[in-house]
């Protein structure tokens, strides 16, 4: 409860609702005292006044009886009256937001270890069941309400460029942020933001156009896949080899198979990629070299820091 109050408190301070709140008492208080002293009734009577004034309650039972009176009526509903409104209607809006981002685990309980989504395009709705397959805690930051989401979805409605949404989602706490967009342009703005605020959070982005996604590459930003490159390679050699498609999405899809990257053993080092035995019955796909793909018919030279792409069984996985 305390720490519940403090974030009230806080968002309050940093949106002024609470000088605006304390506004309101102060013009109450005077107001009572004002209209106590030139309509010769109690503190009490004038503290009930104002009240009763400002909450727009107006029993009528207590009234002004003098133009003075009148004039300090006047004064209290002109001021005290709106920034009521707009006081209280701010503690709600507090209220209602912190609900909200207790129940998507964004306050009080960070999230961690999550998958943090930026943007938002077509694609994005064909690839999140099996982004929540793997996933078991995902949030997305995209603006405007999206009605193909699942409604239960945590989504916070804000722009992924902007710093102050993006803190939202605890992006140094996430395991992996995935950018998308539906222009080159914004998944570019918003790759840097991120990579800017959590440079040790890996960002895998999805561009449109392979400029795009080597222009990400060249600022850093080395999990950088173009759409177009995806669809159209596998397109072009499926055409070729038919059931090539089917493969990639067999490999992808298999609840049995496993892909793992492990750092190149020691005993390997400098040595052919043939030279080298996988465990039980894995087999290397390729080799990553500062993030760069050298497949296995190319036989490279294994070497330090050198990473290896296995496949293997998930019930051989260690």
Avoid: C
């Avoid at 008492?25 to 109690?42: D, E, G, K, N, W």
């Amino acid at each position: 409860m305390p720490f519940f109050i403090l974030n009230i408190w806080h968002r309050a301070s940093r949106h002024q609702i609470l000088i605006l709140t304390i506004l309101v008492f102060v013009i109450m208080v005077v107001s009572a005292a004002l209209f106590a002293i030139t309509q010769h009734v109690s503190l009490f009577t004038g503290i009930y006044w104002a009240v009763t004034t400002v909450t727009t309650v107006g029993y009528g039972d207590v009234t002004p009886h003098n133009a003075v009176g009148r004039i300090i009526a006047m004064g209290t509903m002109l001021t005290a009256i709106p920034l009521a409104g707009v006081a209280f209607g701010g503690w709600t809006a507090s209220l209602i937001s912190i609900h909200l981002r207790k129940v998507w685990g964004l306050a009080m309980n960070k999230m961690r270890r999550h998958l943090v989504i930026l943007g938002y395009s077509p694609i994005l709705i064909h690839i999140l069941p099996d982004l929540a397959a793997r996933h078991t805690q995902l949030v997305l930051i995209a603006p405007g309400d999206i009605n193909s989401l699942p409604p239960d979805f945590p989504h916070i409605n804000g722009d992924p460029t902007h710093p102050h949404v993006l803190a939202q989602a605890h992006l140094r706490d996430a395991k992996q942020i995935v950018v998308l967009g539906e222009t080159d342009g914004s998944v570019l703005m918003s790759a840097l933001e991120a990579h800017r605020l959590a440079p040790d959070t890996p960002i895998f982005s999805i561009t449109h156009s392979r400029r795009a996604a080597q222009t990400l590459k060249d600022l850093g930003l080395m999990h950088s896949v173009a759409s177009q490159d995806l669809l159209g390679h596998t397109l072009a050699t499926s055409l070729e080899t038919p059931h090539a498609a089917d493969f990639f999405v067999a490999l992808l899809t298999s609840t049995r198979a496993l892909l793992r990257e492990i750092p190149a053993p020691d005993d390997v080092l400098h040595h052919p990629l043939v030279d080298f035995v996988p465990p039980g019955s894995a087999s290397v796909l390729a080799v990553i070299r500062k993030n760069q793909v050298i497949l296995p018919i190319d036989n490279p030279v294994i070497e330090p820091l050198d990473t290896l792409l296995l496949l293997t069984a998930q019930d051989q996985a260690t």
